[in-house]
């Protein structure tokens, strides 16, 4: 498509039964900042229905419009019927910016749009922004993050791009705003779809490959026995997390080689990495500093480890770990009780709009 | 089964890259280029169908310069049968799109049921390449492969494609398809040294722009949606917490919130009663959405 008539950004979310999925909307708030700099209008794409207050959400994030779209072949999500219907609405309606959220999925659909368009698309931005010419900037890392690109879609349309959840962030929410719903169910003919879904294994935080894994709860020599460190397994079990060792605790034989963190063993950058009386020298550091949140816990104030981490805990595992284990479990199952209730928060958000 | 891999041969990540003057320079006294991780194991795993399958020829191609037949080599050695490397100066500064576009012509020319990738090259880490490719080869495609196992008899595969937390969603795709693998799909094969031997005496087909009836524009930077306006050092990772009321961190936030029970430092240390330690943690971790609540 040429960059024409091409107008309106848009962002295209995941949803999943009803609720708005990680990273959607702060990739809304993303949008809203380049629809703002470009004076266009911003749509939010949802496949299927999602809930009131999650729309009042939307809305309060940027969103002007949002559209949920509905084909009778989306009943399974064939990603293939989906990339087909959304880039056949995005021709119809040819918007000049299309964000998708950098989630493996979000990623694979958005491959896929480009390619059936033709249009360029720049995956897993850090950065998106607009350029004194109108045009969609994107930043994304290079050579395993030692460098930055930045690009532009100078002669194509949509400028296509995803972007990662962990750039993005939470902008405040602008309460009074809302947005125009519209169900969107096209009457494409789709093509059958080649690929079939015919199943899903569950990953099991137990079994999988550390590299893979979310949460992250390590042990070091700060448990001095093997009977001590056996703890780390209740811990990683309460959170849904993955066990983890420093190179000495595996030279004790308190662990396997496949759980070892660092120089010698696996680097891992998950959500969570709580590390329990791991001094922090280097060797071990160089496989987890990337780790987006790192809780420490240590006797020692000096210990290197604190110098990296978001929560710094003074304090001995052997009293710190079961307390917080104990509490854990309890959060965790008053945490599930609830989660299908509206958090308080959002409901009167939704309240004080009208 | 007939099988094209595509390889690209990419600096060694691990080497000292530096950004001058808006350029990437690889630095150091002996600059190692090695094939890029998931290729490796698109290469593996191509010879593994073939020898499930005992027929068909693997056949390695590659858009790079001359230095890339270093790395079509090391595929030989592995046990590949050819290796085809896309070469000319034309091809140079192309994106995801202009190299497939490259890869396509080449492809087409080359009879085979299966096309594997590595999804993601290490040094430009766009991940897309593969889904272009397939489009222009007009074959279905399935991406993140960690696992195949393949039905012969009915010519289709069954998959396995890596998601976020270690889930693995199971998939059904005929053949001929297109996969972009990912890591851990396999642990490739060292080359033997007879799979040297054999492979520094084998000809590596060469295909350049006339060669390939490819015009100038089509290619390289000319035919390519993306442009890279310049290059920059990584931006700093900002280690700190994301808080709305910037005035306060979250742990003073954190802390003006509990009251008692709490040793009162300057520094951001958390301490004194294993209790409210571990109540703060998890209020902590409430706030940032990794636990229920």
């Given at each position: ?12 979310i ?11 909307l ?13 004076n ?19 809305a ?17 999500y ?23 959220v950098?989630?493996?999925n ?57 972007v ?43 079994a ?31 959170i849904?997390?993955?066990v ?89 199952a ?21 | ?25 690889i ?6 280029d090695?094939?890029n ?20 020829q ?24 050819e ?12 994106d ?7 890869l ?12 594997l990738?590595?999804?993601r ?27 195949v ?5 009915e ?55 006339q ?66 330690i ?16």
């Open positions: 498509m040429s960059t024409g008539t091409a107008k309106g950004v848009w962002v295209l995941e949803q999943e039964n009803g609720k708005l999925r990680d990273g959607s702060e990739l809304v708030g993303e949008g809203r900042k380049v629809a703002d700099k470009l266009e209008g911003l749509t939010v794409v949802v496949q299927g229905n999602i809930a009131e207050e999650q729309m009042g959400l939307l309060q994030h940027g969103a002007e419009r949002v559209l949920c779209v509905e084909h009778p072949a989306l009943d399974q064939y990603v293939e019927v989906y990339s087909q219907v959304l880039s056949d609405a995005i021709e119809e309606q040819a918007p000049s910016v299309v964000l998708a950098g989630s493996i979000g990623t694979d659909l958005a491959c896929r749009i480009a390619a059936r368009l033709g249009t360029g698309l720049v995956t897993s931005c850090d950065r998106v922004d607009v350029d004194t010419e109108g045009n969609l900037v994107q930043v994304k890392p290079i050579y395993g993050g030692k460098a930055a690109a930045t690009c532009i879609c100078p002669a194509d349309r949509p400028q296509m791009a995803t990662n959840l962990d750039a993005l962030e939470l902008k405040s929410p602008v309460t009074g705003r809302t947005a125009e719903v519209e169900k969107y169910k096209p009457d494409t003919k789709t093509e059958k779809p080649s690929i079939q879904n015919v199943g899903f294994i569950k990953g099991d935080p137990k999988i490959d550390l590299t893979e894994a979310d949460i992250v709860v390590a042990g070091g020599m700060g448990f001095s026995t093997q009977e001590n460190f056996k703890m780390i397994n209740e811990l990683a079990d309460v849904g997390g993955s983890a060792a420093t190179r000495r605790v595996v030279d004790e034989e308190w662990t396997t080689l496949s759980r070892q963190i660092g120089l010698t063993g696996k680097t891992v950058r998950p959500k969570l990495y709580i590390a329990c009386g791991i001094s922090g020298a280097i060797q071990h550091t160089m496989g987890m500093k990337d780790s987006k949140l790192i809780v420490a816990i240590n006797t020692d104030r000096n210990a290197l480890i604190f110098k990296i981490a978001d929560v710094s805990v003074v304090g001995d595992v052997m009293q710190v770990v079961p307390e917080l284990t104990a509490q854990l479990r309890e959060a965790m008053q945490g599930t009780k609830s989660s299908t209730d509206d958090s308080p928060e959002t409901v009167s958000d939704a309240e004080s709009q009208s | 089964m007939n099988i094209v891999v595509c390889v690209k041969q990419v600096p060694d990540v691990e080497s000292r890259v530096v950004v001058e003057k808006g350029e990437i320079s630095q150091g006294l002996i600059v190692s090695v094939i991780p998931q290729d490796l194991m698109a290469i593996e795993e191509a010879l593994r169908i073939k020898e499930v399958d005992g027929e068909g693997v056949t390695l191609v590659s858009l790079g310069t001359p230095r890339a037949e270093e790395a079509l080599r090391k595929g030989l050695a592995m046990g590949a049968d290796a085809m490397l896309l070469c000319d100066l034309a091809f140079e500064g192309g995801s799109y202009a190299t497939a576009v490259v396509a012509k080449a492809i087409s020319t080359i009879p085979h049921e299966l096309v990738c590595g999804q090259a290490d040094d430009t880490q766009s991940g897309q390449a593969g889904v272009y490719l397939a489009k222009m080869l007009g074959v279905p495609v399935v991406r993140g492969v960690v696992k196992e393949e039905n012969l008899v010519r289709k595969l069954k998959l396995q494609r890596k998601l976020e937390k270690g889930d693995r969603e199971v998939v059904e795709c005929p053949i001929p398809a297109l996969l972009t693998v990912e890591t851990g799909l396999n642990s490739p094969r060292n080359p033997t040294i007879k799979g040297v031997l054999r492979a520094k005496n084998k000809e590596i087909t060469r295909r350049d722009l060669q390939l009836q490819m015009s100038a524009e089509e290619v390289g930077a000319a035919g390519s949606k993306i442009k890279v306006t310049h290059i920059s050092p990584p931006k700093p990772k900002m280690k700190g917490l994301f808080v709305p009321d910037s005035k306060m961190s979250s742990f003073d936030k954190m802390r003006a919130i509990m009251e008692g029970g709490i040793t009162q430092k300057k520094s951001d240390f958390l301490e004194g009663d294993p209790k409210d571990a109540a703060q943690i998890i209020r902590f971790l409430r706030e940032q959405k990794i636990i229920p609540g």
